[in-house]
T-cell receptor, first 114, second 114 residues
Framework: DAMVIQNPRYQVTQFGKPVTLSCSQT?????MYWYQQKSSQAPKLLFH???????NEADTPDNFQSRRPNTSFCFLDIRSPGLGDAAMYLC?????????????FGPGTRLLVL | AQSVTQLGSHVSVSEGALVLLRCNYS??????LFWYVQYPNQGLQLLLK??????LVKGINGFEAEFKKSETSFHLTKPSAHMSDAAEYFC????????????FGSGTRLSIRP
């Protein structure tokens, strides 16, 4: 089945130690998104790629970076994780950025910062 | 700016009872509206979406939602709750100003009593 895959499902890192979260998709979608979801809150968009074009949200901290080496993969890099970065990180894809397009979400990676 | 408001952060119903989750939107133009469901430690799954075709939208798992322009509402209903419906439900809107972005409501946690 075509899907959005996130690895690992759970990630533990230390305060200040760089960490990378991975997302892959078999849908061949043009757009990939990263969301941060803190406990009992709605997901918050960090950034998205339309093909190779990177689009950062205005309020996304510089500590968060992303890479998309090819259509299938997208990575979220947290350069110096703080305790406040502990959250669920959700990857999503969509075929295009048209307003009616559905976003398909992966299962998420829960990040714990010690 | 377009936004959605979900009334009630927690709703509890008995198994077999009607489920009603409330969502009101704020938009000066006809919006594109979505309901997503999130099961514990999972990503988000699209339940249904309104794209200005029929005002009554049927989704998966027996859920449906009715777009009421006069009330600026898009409430989610299901005639008979199942234990498996226990989850977090998010109403969302895609703003015309940024077609790639989903703005989520704060979420409603649905609990089902045996």
């Amino acid at each position: 089945d075509a899907m959005v895959i996130q690895n690992p499902r759970y990630q533990v890192t230390q305060f200040g130690k760089p960490v990378t979260l991975s997302c892959s998709q078999t849908l061949n979608h043009n757009v990939m998104y990263w969301y941060q979801q803190k406990s009992s809150q709605a997901p918050k968009l960090l950034f998205h790629y339309y093909d190779k074009d990177f689009n950062n949200e205005a309020d996304t901290p510089d500590n968060f970076q992303s890479r998309r080496p090819n259509t299938s993969f997208c990575f979220l890099d947290i350069r110096s994780p703080g305790l406040g970065d502990a959250a669920m990180y959700l990857c999503a894809t969509s075929r295009d950025v048209a307003i009616q397009e559905t976003q398909y979400f992966g299962p998420g990676t829960r990040l714990l910062v010690l | 700016a377009q936004s959605v408001t979900q009334l009630g952060s927690h709703v509890s119903v008995s198994e077999g009872a009607l489920v009603l989750l409330r969502c009101n939107y704020s938009s000066s133009v006809p919006p594109y509206l979505f309901w997503y469901v999130q099961y514990p430690n999972q990503g988000l799954q699209l339940l249904l979406k309104y794209t200005s075709a029929a005002t009554l939208v049927k989704g998966i798992n027996g859920f449906e939602a009715e777009f009421k322009k006069s009330e600026t509402s898009f409430h989610l209903t299901k005639p008979s709750a199942h234990m498996s419906d226990a989850a977090e439900y998010f109403c969302a809107v895609t703003p015309y100003s940024s077609a790639s972005k989903i703005i989520f409501g704060s979420g409603t946690r649905l609990s089902i009593r045996p």
